[in-house]
């Protein structure tokens, strides 16, 4: 019997919120008190349980897909301390994310400002801007001469993926003593991925280097193939999306290619290998119809997301997310029952 107006169904009951009391707390501690709240401090503390889920299954690989000014904004030693700790196996990234630090990693710096600044005065002085946040441009061709010096050490012609290039290029960096993400994963031997590599400094870095006759080949083919290989080899499939963008699309087509496989391959049909467990940061909202704003629901149309999987979607800035979950995970001292053992990828050339 229940009170009068309610209806005998309360299947939607989903449990109690309970206000949050100012205590002394870890920050672990406050999130998971967090997802008893509402609104995006709910979906917030969900997705850090979902991540908590993610990391202690040990049949799970994880990948990481990074979009958005993350390392101009701060954020660039958070995700190489989730490379290097290896709450994550495979890293697919814009191009500007794993350059955008090196500039950092090589003593420069990024210096705060307002977003109402003068941008003429910004272009008479060689200042760029990243919304509130300017750095040198001349600093930054530094960077992409860096990026240039290494390309010119590559066999010419010789084709690469970009996870063969980064590879080759973080190993290049490591020897050097520049700690960035792509020298972490090298280390780390997590494969790094990037789609849309050139739309990046380091499409600037080849091109000046192409100019003067370096030529290095991106195989984008071979790219995608060894990355589907990657999610082939896994017994699940699981991702952390920082934004959205191609990364996010790279990884979900990884799960459509399995797909694909089953059925043109092997002659299995309605065959899936979805994503597991999956959380999504992004501002982007989904009525635009983009991929950036795409619910994790509607992932569940294409195979993408598994209908029973652990998920949760936070509408908020990555600068916010990221150092929260980062200093959770630190604190809750939560590990990775078994990262995916990813040897073999850099022993397969040619």
């Known amino acids: ?3 009068a107006g ?28 967090m997802a008893d709240t509402a609104f995006q401090g709910r979906a917030l503390g969900e997705a850090y349980k979902v991540l908590l889920e993610m990391f202690k299954d040990p049949e799970n690989t994880i990948f990481l897909g990074l979009a958005g000014s993350l390392s101009t904004a701060g954020m660039w030693r958070i995700v190489k301390w989730l490379v290097e700790q290896r709450y994550v196996d495979i890293v ?14 090589m003593g420069f710096k990024y210096y705060k400002t307002l977003p109402t600044v003068d941008d003429e005065k910004l272009l008479k002085h060689k200042y760029d801007r990243f919304y509130d946040t300017v750095a040198s441009e001349l600093e930054y061709r530094e960077m992409e001469k860096l990026i240039g010096e290494f390309v010119e050490t590559l066999p010419p012609g010789k084709p690469f993926s970009t996870a063969e290039f980064l590879h080759e290029f973080g190993k290049w960096l490591s020897e050097k003593g520049i700690d960035c993400i792509v020298s972490a994963a090298y280390r780390a031997g997590v494969p790094v991925f990037s789609p849309a590599l050139v739309d990046s400094a380091y499409g600037m ?5 192409y100019r003067k006759g370096h030529k ?13 290989e990657l999610g082939k080899r896994s017994r699940k499939l699981s991702a952390i999306y920082v934004g959205g963008g191609v990364p996010k ?27 597991e467990y ?6 982007d909202a989904p009525q635009w119809g983009g991929l950036s704003g795409a619910t994790l629901e509607e992932a569940v149309s294409w195979g993408k997301v598994s209908p029973v999987a652990r998920k949760r979607t936070v509408y908020v800035d990555a600068t916010i997310a990221l150092p929260l979950i980062s200093h959770a995970l630190l604190e809750s001292g939560v590990r990775r029952a078994r990262p995916f053992d990813t040897s073999w990828f850099f022993q397969r050339r040619g």
Do not use: C, W
Not at 11 to 22: D, R, Y
Not at 216 to 228: A, C, E, G, P, Y
Not at 253 to 259: C, G, I, N, R, S
Not at 278 to 283: A, S
């Open 6 to 33: 309610l209806p005998d169904d309360l299947s939607f009951i989903l449990g109690e919120v309970k206000s949050l009391s100012v205590e002394k707390r870890s920050i672990h501690e406050l999130l998971l008190a």
């Open 1 to 3: 019997m229940h009170e």
């Open 278 to 283: 999956v959380v999504q940061f992004t501002t």
């Open 249 to 275: 699309d790279y990884v979900n087509l990884v799960t459509v290619a399995q797909t694909l496989i089953g059925e043109y391959e092997e002659g299995v049909h309605d065959y899936y290998k979805s994503l």
């Open 92 to 105: 697919v990234s814009t191009g500007a994310v794993i350059s955008e630090d090196i500039f950092e990693a």
């Open 216 to 228: 290095v080949v991106i195989d984008m083919v071979k790219d995608f193939s060894d990355i589907v």
């Open 205 to 209: 870095a080849t091109l000046l280097a």
